[in-house]
């Protein structure tokens, strides 16, 4: 009887947890509308919001379209509705769709240029407070309206819109800002890179819409668009950022002026805060280890020397862009790069006399040191070009 | 008539109206009506040398009277010569050319011996009665071990027959200190049941527990081990296994040599182990047969699939219906993909496939086997195919049921994968009412009350909860022989050295040589 006892009690305590589980109605998967990518935009009448939701009723395995883009279905909902705030227009969509929607599995949410020049802060709001979005959404812009774009792209390679998103997060190569990263602190606060999603023309075959790519990024100053980045700047912020993993580019040779193509292959950021005479400086150095993917060029890399020149090179081609990118964030007065988070760690006594007008101070006071470490590690198997080594046999070419 | 009614009197009745005399008639008489209708009995008189006259009783078909015939009726017929008419000399000198023999003298003893086989053999003019241990019946084979079958291990099985079990296991222990107590239980069926143990390894409290329990047995019959499992077992209304049961005579060896008992019951080829814990039954006879670090490897595969078994249907009702945020976004489409045209909800299809699964099995092991392959074509084809093509059930659940089918039967231990199988149902209930949060709260429940059980004092978990850390290398791992250097803890402690020295302790002593 005393076993049975314990049994009972241990039921009465789980019986008395329950509420503290939050966990009571079940609900199908099927009456479920997954929300894979949330699409805001602003508009005249406010806020437009586009809900984009695969629609697994056409992708039942052996079934029609079964394989999913199949037929000429798309496996995609998007549900567009406007109101004057995001929740108003979620309870006009949520009034529409028969099943209830859900956001466990949204990854990303996608903004129009106009939303983000007049501030994303409603998403900020809306994503902090509702239990089932995640701080770690990655947050993208597009130029023009988003939701036509978004809406009319045909997925090419995958089947949803949101694996492409995913795909370029996951293999870094897109700038990636989640909601979080907007909300360190409020001194900083609605800071940020905001990376922009490309929609080139239409597509060759199905004449269908435009097809997605990756282009620069925004600044964000409070929430709002403060500067426009090119593609080339917005890897410099992906450098700062830490984001940077692998990176091809060319610089002209030192020697005979044709290009010699680079790869990076590991990248290393550090950035630390230091004390100057007069006030706070920061330190931003990267390490990356390179190797030589082409060359046209026909420099000795045998030579030590010549190592050392190209590293030279790509330094200063380096340097000259991070300091052009931080530039413009001091001259939009946004600290986009969060340093505001490095310099309250490491000086927070200093950092509680600044913090009240950090981003004048970062524009106006804060020294910032940029220096790149480059290493060239593999210069090919051949030390020659192949132009050199095989083509160039001495004879003039012909015009 | 006093010195008849002792204890063992009970088992074959009353015998107060036995006459005390050394006529043969009267005797005669008095078995004859007490084994009245019964048509299996034969009586046989005769006469030998002198006229002495004999009557032999015994039960057809049990009692090898060729045998008899030959060794000593014949001789006893033939031989008269020197017979000098003394019928005393017939029991008392060792004149039967045979030897086995008893000779009784009180009538439930010589009941007890007829229905056990032997023939008894009356004689005028004395009191004594002679046993003629000649019983001899039809038993069967012994033959490959269906239900625990190995690859590399040996292949015998135990049989019905208790004698041939008892040399099965003799033959494996050549000890004297392998003791064999025979009880014999049931009233009517009179049920020899040897309780076999190694009485240097075996700690005698254990003994001792095991021999008051089955004490207290007073029942009409006991025709299979599970009459004295039920009996004995600690917590009878658990539904985990607290007595292991075996068909291997090495597995009764083994577990001998480990200090536990095991009780073999007559007719039924299924030997009890006590005591046992939740990691042995998780063992089987091929782990030690194997090398060993594969049989740990496979020791983890059933680990893994133990879980599975309980755990897999509840976790995906908890996951599906509560918790969808938890799956990667593509398997989440597939599944939801698959579930899209199934009219119930998950809880419910989950039930309705799992219990289907039951009764398939239930009747794959029932049905004759000549039908057999209608059933599982039946089962495959209907249940599987054709439920998901009509949209009844979901692919996914297809095959979180036959995963958790095949998972269940991973398990060595039949009676531990009934009683994981009967505990999925409510754990799939609670997953389906509460999500995850339930499933925690069955598991926790499971738990404390495995903590809770004991089987002849061994904790359920051990040697994992109490830890004894020096028995684990036998539990999550299978440690080489020859690292098993002592016993387990289920050994009495004065005698829990395997071994003296590392049977590969030759390694060392090739290094020696050399310097």
């Keep these: 009887m005393a076993a049975l006892g314990r049994v009972a009690g241990l039921l009465a305590a789980a019986a008395l947890a329950l509420p503290l589980a939050g966990c009571w109605s079940s609900n199908e998967l099927n009456n479920r509308a997954f929300v894979s990518v949330i699409v805001v935009d602003r508009t005249d009448e406010g806020i437009e919001l586009t809900l984009g939701i695969p629609l697994t009723n056409r992708l039942i395995p052996g079934q029609t379209g079964g394989t999913g883009g199949g037929g000429n279905q798309r496996p995609t909902a998007f549900v567009t509705r406007s109101g004057v705030s995001l929740e108003d227009a979620l309870q006009k969509i949520q009034g529409d769709i028969p099943r209830r929607v859900a956001f466990g599995q949204t990854h990303s949410i996608v903004m129009g240029e106009r939303f983000v020049r007049e501030g994303i802060e409603p998403v900020l709001e809306f994503v902090a407070r509702n239990p089932f979005l995640r701080l770690n959404t990655n947050l993208f812009m597009v130029n023009g309206l988003a939701k036509s774009k978004v809406a009319d792209m045909p997925d090419s390679f995958e089947r949803f819109f949101v694996t492409v998103l995913n795909g370029y997060v996951r293999n870094h190569q897109i700038l990636s800002t989640t909601v979080k990263d907007l909300m360190f602190d409020k001194a900083n606060g609605g800071d940020g890179a905001l990376p922009i999603l490309r929609f080139d023309g239409a597509m060759p075959k199905s004449g269908a819409g435009p097809s997605v790519g990756t282009s620069g990024c925004v600044l964000l100053r409070k929430g709002k668009l403060a500067a426009l980045l090119t593609p080339e700047e917005a890897s410099a912020v992906r450098v700062v950022t830490g984001q940077l993993k692998q990176y091809t580019y060319s610089i002209q040779s030192p020697t005979d002026g044709r290009n010699i193509g680079f790869y990076t292959t590991s990248f290393h950021m550090e950035i630390k805060p230091y004390r100057t005479k007069s006030g706070l400086g920061i330190f931003v150095r990267s390490t990356s280890h390179v190797g030589i993917i082409a060359s046209d060029s026909t420099i000795d890399l045998n030579k030590p020397a010549n190592i050392e020149r190209l590293e030279q090179e790509i330094k200063l081609m380096a340097d000259k862009t991070v300091q052009r990118v931080l530039e413009q964030s001091k001259a939009a007065e946004t600290d986009a790069f969060n340093f505001a988070r490095y310099i309250s760690v490491q000086y927070p006594r200093e950092w509680k006399k600044i913090k009240g007008n950090w981003r004048a101070y970062y524009k106006d006071r804060l020294e910032v040191n940029v220096d790149s470490v480059i290493q060239l590690r593999r210069v090919g198997s051949s030390t020659e070009s192949l132009r050199t080594s095989f083509l160039d046999d001495g004879t003039p070419e012909k015009p | ?515």
């Design chain 2, 1 to 515: 008539m006093s010195t008849f009614k002792n204890a063992a009197a009970a088992a074959s009745g009353d015998c107060d109206d036995y006459p005390v005399t050394s006529g043969l008639e009267e005797r005669l008489a008095w078995f004859k009506r007490s084994f009245s209708a019964c048509s299996d009995v034969v009586f046989y008189e005769f006469a030998i040398g002198g006229g002495l006259r004999c009557a032999l009783i015994y039960l057809r078909e049990m009692f090898d009277y060729r045998d008899a015939e030959e060794h000593l009726l014949e001789p006893l017929l033939t031989a008269s010569g020197d017979w000098d008419g003394d019928v005393s000399r017939l029991f008392s000198e060792h004149r039967l050319p045979m030897s086995g023999c008893r000779t009784l003298t009180e009538p439930d003893a010589a009941m007890a011996a007829i229905l056990d086989g032997s023939g008894l053999l009356l004689a005028d003019g004395d009191q004594r009665l002679l046993e003629l241990p000649f019983a001899k019946f039809e038993k069967r084979a012994v033959e490959e071990a269906p239900n625990e079958s190995v690859i590399r291990g040996p292949r015998e099985a135990f049989v019905e027959s208790l004698d041939t079990n008892l040399t099965l296991i003799r033959r494996r222990i050549r000890s004297r200190h392998l003791k064999t107590e025979r009880l014999l239980i049931g009233r009517e069926t009179r049920t020899a049941v040897i309780l076999i143990y190694m009485d240097n390894i075996c700690p005698s409290s254990l003994v001792r527990e095991m021999k008051r329990r089955i004490g207290c047995i007073d029942i009409d019959g006991v025709l299979g081990s599970n009459y004295i499992e039920e009996a004995i077992a600690d917590s009878p209304s658990s539904p985990f296994p607290q007595i292991q049961y075996t068909e291997r005579p090495d597995t009764v060896a083994a577990s001998l040599l480990e200090g536990r008992i095991s009780i073999v019951v007559d007719n039924t080829p299924i030997t009890l182990l006590a005591p046992v814990s939740f990691y042995m039954m998780l063992q089987s006879a091929e782990d030690y047969y194997q090398p060993f670090i594969a049989a740990s490897w496979i020791r983890w595969i059933r680990f893994v699939f133990l879980a599975t078994s309980l755990l897999l249907p509840s976790f995906y009702i908890a996951i599906t219906t509560f918790h969808p945020e938890m799956i990667p976004f593509n398997l989440l489409i597939s599944v939801s993909a698959s579930r899209e045209v199934v009219p119930f909800p998950a809880l419910m299809e989950a039930l309705m496939m799992e219990i289907a699964f039951e009764a398939l099995r239930e009747a794959s092991v029932r049905i004759p086997k000549s039908i057999g392959q209608a059933v599982s074509i039946i089962g495959a084809l209907i249940i599987g195919t054709a439920a998901v093509q009509a949209g009844i059930v979901s692919a996914a659940m297809v095959i979180i049921v036959s995963l958790t089918g095949i998972a269940s039967f991973i398990i060595p231990n039949f009676d531990l994968g009934l009683s994981f199988r009967l505990l999925r149902f409510p754990m799939m209930l609670l997953a389906g009412a509460f999500g995850i949060f339930g499933i925690a709260c069955g598991m926790i429940l499971i738990y404390v009350h495995m903590l809770n059980l004991q089987s002849f004092g061994t904790p359920y978990l051990s040697p994992i909860a109490p830890q004894v850390t020096s028995a684990i290398k036998d539990t999550l791992f299978r440690a080489p022989w020859w690292h098993m250097l002592r016993r387990p803890p289920t050994a009495a402690a004065v005698n829990r050295i395997r071994q003296l020295r590392s049977a590969r302790s030759w390694v060392k002593q090739e290094g020696e040589d050399a310097e």
